[in-house]
């Protein structure tokens, strides 16, 4: 492969890809597999049924939870895997410029006749296409037990719902790259990011404990990803535009400043 | 207009409410090596970075090759080859592979010159970048800065945690860029560096320039603790009659003095007697700005 700063990056990052990724295909398989056992009892899917009745009294209508769709989605696409994912997108996107060793890295590569922005986007990418590859992991590992397990998903809702995630994801990168940017320090911009996403969380569950809060759930960006089943739904473009435009102003208004400031 | 390859005017650069360096004015010439003096937080490292532009100068300007470097930034980093003070600890790659992304920026690599180096150098490079020493990692900072052939070589603390053959290297390096016509910025604290290979220097404090001038008139200044053992007794009058000589004692047959600049007259009085050991110490940087001080040339 050609020396780039895109494979520099892609390769220092493909340990905790790696990891992360097999990490998600391990739960998402656990959660396939778990589908067939507990839709053979009445009484045990019942319970289930029941369980998650409260739960989505927090998270929305995300549908019936007793169908192999509903339960996938529900167990695991409603909030532990994009939380994961957002987690990972943060705690890789806030080293990309705010490490000393990327800083040492930084000053070596832009004192050749390397444009700033062409180097931030570059490692930027690289990230972005770790995310990608995890969200295709987990579409294969999803069509894969759907054909071994005849679950019947539909493979193109599939496909949309792992692109809202990785959207999803993209966002907080995006807004991670931008805090470090700005602060030039990866634990301050872990604490700023994970100060947003637990905010976030809030404002989407808030409503759950209170009614007529709704509107509070338009400032989460979980909104924009949680839309119904996402599994048997389908995208909402509108929401998937608005995860776009935010992810594409944070890594904007990171390239003015990286840009302007000092290295 | 006379041809500069770095024309510095009034440079100045703030942290905050912090002075990094101030109204700094210096130029260096083509096939000059021009030296920046000074202890650590004397804004060496800050000067350089402005001059690559990966600082931004809260005033003043900075010409490269009669170019501003700011609005010409890509152009000018064409020309020049960095060597920062710090090497990253890459993983994965080797140092050949490290020095062929580094190249593919640069338009006019040529991994011969390179190759050359790494060998004078006695460095390896085919082990990956995290397997190597310091000093190879200083080694191999080295010689990424000359892979395109840069017309300016920008070096801080170039010779820190080399060995001994390796600083010899690293010095015919140098003479054989300044013969070639090139020119060479180089940050240092050590004042060995700056007799050894520099044609003028900068002495920096506190961000200021507190002196620039050729390094032969910079010698003069510099003092040497110099402790003679004879092999009989001698008589401290002769040496009283050096100028040039500060602190001296003669206890039993062992003269100490401190001698300030040219060094001769103490070497051939002292040669009237049998000489059994002779040792000389180059004062430190401190020592250095303390005399600068004393003379009144530093001013806060």
Known sequence: ?263 | MRHLIVRAEKLTKFYGPQRGIEDLTFDVEPGEVFGLLGPASAGKTTTLRILLDLVRPTRGSVYLFNLDNRKNSLLVRRRIGYAPAEFPPVRRQTGRQLLHLLASFQPTANYSAAEELAACLNLNLDVPVHNLSVGGRQKLNLVQATIHQPELLVLDEPSRCLDAEARLAYSRWIHAIRAEGRSVVLATSSLAEIERLCDRVAILWAGRIVSLERVIQFKSRLLRRVEIRFAEQIPLEPFMAIPNLQDLTLERSTLRCTVKGDPDRLIKTAGQYRVSDLICKASNIDEVMRAYYEEGTYAA
């Open chain 1, 1 to 263: 492969m050609r020396p780039s700063v895109f494979t520099l990056t892609f390769n220092s990052l493909l340990k905790p890809f790696l990891l992360w990724g097999l990490g998600l295909s391990a739960f998402l398989l656990l959660v396939t597999g778990l589908y067939p056992a507990i839709a053979a009892f009445p009484d045990l899917a019942d319970w289930v049924q029941s369980s998650f009745h409260s739960l989505q009294a927090f998270l929305g209508n995300t549908g019936p939870v007793i169908s192999p769709d509903g339960f996938v989605f529900n167990l695991g696409f409603s909030l532990v895997i994009p939380l994961a994912c957002s987690l990972f997108a943060i705690l890789y996107a806030s080293q990309l410029v705010s490490t000393q060793d990327e800083r040492v890295m930084m000053e070596l590569l832009l004192s050749r006749p390397l444009p700033r922005w062409r180097l931030l986007m570059e490692k930027f990418a690289a990230l972005v296409l770790d995310i990608l590859l995890i969200c295709a992991s987990l579409w294969a590992l999803l069509a894969w037990r759907s054909s071994v397990q005849s679950f019947g998903f539909n493979l193109g809702n599939q496909a949309l719902l792992l692109l809202s995630l990785a959207l999803l994801s993209l966002c907080w990168a995006g807004m991670a790259l931008a805090i470090g940017i700005l602060t030039r320090s990866r634990v301050r911009t872990i604490q700023a990011s994970l100060g947003l996403l637990a905010i976030s969380l809030l404002l989407y569950l808030a409503p759950g404990v209170s009614g007529g809060l709704e509107w509070l759930r338009s400032l989460s960006l979980l909104a924009y990803y949680l839309n119904g089943n996402l599994l048997s739904m389908g995208l909402n473009w509108g929401h998937a535009a608005v995860l776009v435009a935010l992810s594409t102003v944070f890594v904007v208004t990171g390239l003015v400043i990286f840009q302007n400031r000092d290295l």
